[in-house]
């Protein structure tokens, strides 16, 4: 049987760290519900000791949502704990993320500390959140370099202090799919109580492998993956929702699951591009302006004669408007005839043969042909019955 996976979703929290990134307590809402129609399961809605801006939002979040997991970040210490359990006090199902550094660099450098003084913070923090609510997650700053043999006592130890979701976060997007696969694989083997606890991803993409880290988590044995729309997040972002979701949908034989609603993926990443000024790069899988676009002749061709000799998933499936034949100096007659034919006009072939050259000289010198300069390139070839014809839809010229 198929196995879902939890999607929970940080652009509230990590996607926000980004700098230029912020937002407002209004925008933020708008985001979460958008957010849980979107189908995420569980929404990081903010760092509530932060400040008192993030704090009133992750409030505001937990009044408005009703579906999802409402979940706050705090680091492992008590005043964190105590101002996340506050703030989440309006959630129907409140959740606390806490924890620390688990990597010999987090705990040597960061805090001065050493491994059984980490363990006690840990096992500490994860009892306190508890005390105030049900759903502890627990997070190892820095899994993705923490030794596996330390990791897995220490998750042990939060289990059995309550914590019910394992956060094993490549902090700093190092390590390779294998290795972040194997990662997950050994807890799996070495942790007793582990089937008491969900394992979470979370991968930076800091190496342009999150999403290949997540997919080889998730193969592994973990249930939930981490994310943010677009990709946002710290340096280099997280691992893109979009993607992790339009990968197990692409790769069913894999037999994951989620509960999103894929046609609503571009109409998301819209809304979170404007609302943080963040453009999406062209070229971003599944939701770039470009993920669709097809500009090259040999392409072209083979897409007006079957859509999925050059894609792999159909634009509306992820509420994008369509494919779009991009004409350039790169496109072929086929693209040309195709554009016109969109435009109204339908080419002989003589015509379409007297058409190409004169098009080909236009598009060395635009970097793209629009509709109105396929207008005026026909207008220049002088064929009488255009600008009559025109008016009556559909022509032949
Ligand atoms: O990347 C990270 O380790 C984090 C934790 C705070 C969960 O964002
Ligand atoms: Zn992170």
């Not at 492992?76 to 550094?101: F, N």
């Not at 105030?132 to 220490?154: K, M, P, Q, S, W």
């Not at 994008?320 to 002989?348: D, E, H, P």
């Amino acid at each position: 049987m198929d196995k879902k996976i939890e999607i929970f979703d940080t652009t509230l929290r990590d996607g926000e760290q980004v700098p230029g990134c912020k937002l407002n307590t209004s925008e933020k809402i708008e985001i979460a519900l958008q957010l849980e129609l979107l189908g995420v399961d569980i929404i990081e809605a903010g760092f509530p000791v932060s400040s008192p801006g993030d704090f009133q939002s992750v409030m505001e979040i937990g009044k408005a949502l009703s579906t999802p997991v409402v979940c706050a970040l705090s680091r492992a210490v008590k005043k964190d704990i105590e101002i996340a359990a506050q703030a989440l006090k309006t959630a129907r199902r409140p959740r606390i993320h806490t924890g620390i550094g688990t990597s010999d660099v987090h705990i040597r450098y960061k805090f001065n500390s050493t491994p059984e003084k980490i363990m006690e913070r840990a096992v500490q923090a994860v009892k306190y959140a508890k005390s105030f609510v049900e759903e502890v997650e627990f997070y190892a700053e820095d899994a993705g370099r923490t030794d596996n043999e330390f990791l897995a006592h220490i998750c042990q130890e939060v289990i059995k202090s309550g914590a019910s979701v394992l956060n094993i976060p490549d902090t700093t997007g190092y390590c390779l799919p294998e290795e972040y696969g194997e990662k997950i694989r050994y807890l799996k083997e070495n942790v007793d109580g582990i089937h008491k606890a969900v394992i979470s991803t979370h991968c930076h993409n800091d190496l342009g492998m999150a999403s290949a880290n997540s997919l080889a988590g998730v193969i592994n044995g973990a249930q939930q993956v981490e994310c943010t729309i677009n990709g946002l997040g710290e340096r280099a972002g997280n691992t893109a929702l979009e993607e992790i979701v339009m990968i197990f949908r692409q790769h069913r034989s894999l037999g994951f699951y989620t509960a999103i609603k894929p046609e609503l993926l571009c109409p998301t990443s819209w809304l979170i591009s404007e609302c943080t000024k963040m453009p999406v790069q062209a070229n971003k899988a599944i939701v770039g302006a470009n993920a669709f676009a097809h500009s090259s002749g040999i392409h072209q061709d083979g897409l007006i004669k079957k859509r999925e000799t050059y894609e792999i998933i159909s634009p509306e499936e992820v509420g994008m408007k369509g494919s779009s034949i991009i004409l350039t100096a790169r496109s072929g007659r086929s693209a040309l005839a195709y554009r016109c034919q969109k435009i109204g006009y339908s080419l002989s072939k003589k015509h379409l043969d007297t058409l190409y050259p004169i098009f080909l000289e236009y598009a060395d010198q635009k970097k793209e042909i629009l509709d109105k300069d396929l207008i005026t390139i026909l207008k220049t070839t002088n064929f009488a019955s255009l600008t009559n014809l025109q008016t009556h839809g559909k022509q032949s010229i």
